[in-house]
């Protein structure tokens, strides 16, 4: 015995028409092409079986280009203002700064919540379900950092208000659980929240007399935005990213 945790195997063709490269008739051509090299030799018939080891994309090649993040991917991207966190809805979305391709891909990918068109910032997006759910549950108290910028000065009682696990947002009957204010200037500022309620930083000010004229993310739980990922890139995350996702924020 080898020791080894057994690598699943799946059918090439079943695979690549998963990550969107074509149906699997479409499949079987690029291979009889000789399009599919692994590990240098030529695959020529997609029926084959392949082990899904977690370093298949750097030794797979199609059409002389690396295999895309097999299935169990998560993305951090920093989302730029104006795009919609959504699949269907009119207007510029946020799976269109992908290559097109990923948006054939089975499981689809998804965002971890959603960030509002004009919020800009760290966006998580995974196609792995359970890790999605295991983000956005309340249990885990994943905590997000928004940096705001306020059209008024803050009056001064909004850090108490705030912490206070007592805020009603308009229109909710339970209120807020606490949120911690960082007062940067007269009209800028960080929150750190563990929940998500819609449109819950700009609602939380609008809730003390003020106004939101900027909002950003900067952090998930202990993953911050990468300096050197501009607005509309992404990046494939590590089992490290993950794992600081639910570290201490
Ligand atoms: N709160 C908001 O108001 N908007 C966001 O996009 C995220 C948090």
């Known amino acids: 015995m080898s ?4 690598v699943p195997s799946v059918r090439l063709d079943r695979l690549l028409a998963n990550l969107g490269y074509g149906s699997r008739r479409e499949i079987q ?3 009889r092409a000789g399009t599919i090299v692994l590990d240098g030799a030529t695959l020529l018939d997609a029926d084959r079986r392949i082990a899904l080891d ?3 994309p750097a030794r ?3 059409q002389t280009r690396p295999l895309d993040p097999l ?4 993305l951090m991207l920093h989302k730029p203002l104006g795009v919609t966190c959504s699949h269907k809805e009119a207007g510029p979305l946020v799976y269109g700064l992908l290559p097109p391709r990923w948006r054939r891909r089975e499981p689809p990918l998804s965002t971890v919540g959603r960030l509002d068109k004009e919020t800009s910032g760290l966006l998580l997006l995974t196609d792995d379900g359970a890790l999605l759910h295991r983000i956005i549950s309340p249990k885990a108290s994943v905590s997000k ?3 705001v910028t306020l059209d008024r000065p803050l009056r001064g009682d909004e850090g108490a208000i705030f912490s206070s696990g007592t805020l009603m947002l308009e229109g909710e009957e339970k209120p807020l659980l606490p949120v911690d204010l960082e ?4 009209t800028s500022a960080a929150v750190t929240l563990t929940e998500g309620r819609y449109h819950q930083v700009r609602r939380m000010f609008a ?3 003020n106004h939101v004229t900027a909002l950003h993310r900067d952090r998930v739980g202990a993953l911050d935005l990468p300096a050197d990922l501009e607005p509309g890139q992404y990046r494939v995350m590590g089992e490290e990213d993950v794992a600081r996702v639910f570290g201490q924020g």
């Open 29 to 31: 051509m690029l291979a």
């Open 71 to 74: 299935p169990g991917v998560a």
């Open 183 to 186: 007062v940067h200037g007269p």
């Open 60 to 62: 797979l090649t199609v």
């Open 3 to 6: 020791g080894k945790a057994k």
């Open 145 to 147: 950092r928004y940096q």
């Open 207 to 209: 809730a003390v007399g």
């Open 54 to 56: 977690p370093d298949l």
